[in-house]
């Protein structure tokens, strides 16, 4: 267990940890009133930089945050920034300080689908709505997104997709009872990414984030008004 799931668990005890060790990243995005130049909005999200691909659950999540901050500022045409977070008690100074200085914000947890859906099950629904509550009183929309990067192919890797399938579209209804935005497709809630980059995955993130369906009249929020344009039509199912 990494340093950041042992802080997790100390907030989050009886649980199993942050959503049953799953989560790949967790990361906080606010918009300042100020507005990007079009240069800056014209640029590749991934700069002049090789892409890179997306982080293991056990790697840093800050150069996703750092793409994500971008693509959010090409998206929203305002200054995005970001802050990656562990869900710690110590760092909630550091996340209102964050939050104080824009004008809406909003948090980003990416759990990986194999380790949330295992067998036997764990409990995700207890700590997720702790971490919706703790953001909440912050004034910060909680977003979710669940990720797969499984490619097998065997007839046991077809029966597990089954499996995720079924599981995704009880956790998507969760969300939605619960307010919690999922940014995937309501029919596939699940985003695959094998292959996928850190850019491609953070431009995708933003798109959903600024559809009209979780963002309207300058604030993140969770809404059912239209179908999210993001995730599901940028990443392949």
């Known amino acids: 267990m990494t340093n950041a799931d042992s802080n997790t668990c100390s907030l989050l005890s009886g649980s199993g ?3 049953c060790n799953s989560m790949q990243a967790f990361i906080a995005l606010r ?16 700069g002049s930089t090789a892409p890179s691909r997306l982080p293991s659950s056990s790697a840093s999540a800050s150069t996703l945050a750092d793409a994500l901050s971008r693509a959010l500022s090409r998206e929203s045409g305002r200054l995005a920034e970001s802050m990656v977070l562990t869900a710690t008690p110590s760092e909630h100074e550091s996340v209102m300080r964050f939050v104080l200085g824009g004008t809406t914000a909003a948090a980003v947890l990416l759990l990986d689908v194999p ?20 953001f909440s009183d912050d004034g910060i929309k909680l ?70 369906r979780y963002f309207c009249c300058g604030a993140f929020r969770i809404g059912k008004a239209d179908s999210a344009m993001g995730i599901h039509r940028a990443l392949p199912h």
């Open 143 to 212: 977003y979710a997104v669940l990720m797969n990067d499984s490619s097998e192919r065997s007839l046991s890797g077809a029966l597990r997709r089954v499996r995720h399938l079924y599981q995704a579209k009880q956790f998507a209804r969760f969300c939605g009872t619960n307010g919690i935005g999922l940014l995937t497709n309501d029919e596939t809630p699940t985003a695959r990414t094998v292959g996928e980059t850190q850019d491609g995955l953070a431009s995708a993130i933003a798109s959903a984030l600024m559809s009209a």
């Open 17 to 19: 940890g942050l959503h």
């Open 115 to 134: 380790v949330l859906f295992r067998i036997p099950r764990c409990d995700w629904e207890t700590p997720l709505l702790r971490t919706r509550n703790r």
């Open 31 to 46: 918009l300042r009133a100020a507005r990007v130049s079009d240069d800056m909005k014209n640029l590749n999200v991934g």
